[in-house]
């Protein structure tokens, strides 16, 4: 008796489990858009005052803080001891995922834990090239990109509008001839790719530009890259030029990126639907070639609470395919929290790569400074 109500509890389980699957499969959309999209009306207000980036406690990263997640280092890594010439400005990814206010407040203490946790695995491998500031800004919520109601670009308008403030603070905190180095994730980019259209191309500022990592985000080479005031990077060497990635593993399904993209007009204006996608493998600095793991100078493991991580070298592959991702092989282990669906490594887009980035940033400050 007791074997046949373990069977049908069994049974009972399987049926859940199956009826769940099919009904994500079904619906997968209009529920993460239930979980995400706030549910209230945007409110210029909703979120406080605008930072005062005159004001230290306005900047996650800069470099008289005292405590800064940017200068972190994992165990055995050392910092430079050169002199720094370049300035690096960094913007955080999204870092609100709550349904209450369609932007997230600077004293909302969720949103300042995962900042914390994007300066120390992102931020921080730029922190031997050069002193990094980062603002804190009202971030739009996640719901802002799963959203198309009227509501959703107002919420990166003033997201996009601190970013802006914060940028011109920075500019005049720093010596008129210091090269920068940019450096943005996800939403950060996004708001990177607006600022650059709007207060570099063109203008004598694109000159002092050592780099742009505008990582986690849909770029197209001939819709968005002409408008942006830097050409891509085609080589490991080159400074003054512009590195994308978005990483996947295998099996890929990027289906969401790809509508989002192909229904789209880039910042020329033309539509992005059947242009390539921007991909710069971040193992080797280029957008043609793929590495094995052992190209990999270390990716950042992180800890089970996510407050820390271990540098491991050789564990990471990466390739560029046709379409403009970047394929990263099997899933792999240590990182399977938080990823997207479709094999989306997008948190990871960094931590993946860390070591190499470090790398990466300064042989451009190095190449930059030697032209």
Known sequence: MLARRFLYIIAGLIVLTLAAGIGWNLFQDQLVRLAFVPSVRFDPNGAGPPPDYGRPGSWLSRPDLPDDP???????EKPSAAKREI????????????????????DDAESRKWLRVFGWSEASAFNRTGAVWAPRYRSAALGAFLSQGSDAPKALDLAYGDVARAFDAFLAQIPASRPILLAGHSQGTLHLMRLMQEKIAGKPLAQRIVASYLVGWPISTTADIPALGLPACGDPRQANCILSWQSFAEPAEPRTIREIYDASAGLTGAPRRGTPMLCVNPLTGAPATAALPAANLGALMPTSDFMGAELKPGVIAARCDPSGLLMIGRPPRGFDRFVMPGNNYHVFDYALFWGNIRA???????????K
Not at 70 to 76: I, V
């Open 70 to 76: 940017a200068r972190w280092l994992p165990a055995g």
């Open 87 to 106: 300035a690096v400005f960094y913007v955080p990814p999204t870092t609100y995922y709550g349904r209450a206010s369609w932007n997230t407040a600077l």
């Open 360 to 370: 990466d940033a300064e042989a451009r400050a190095k190449a930059f400074l030697n």
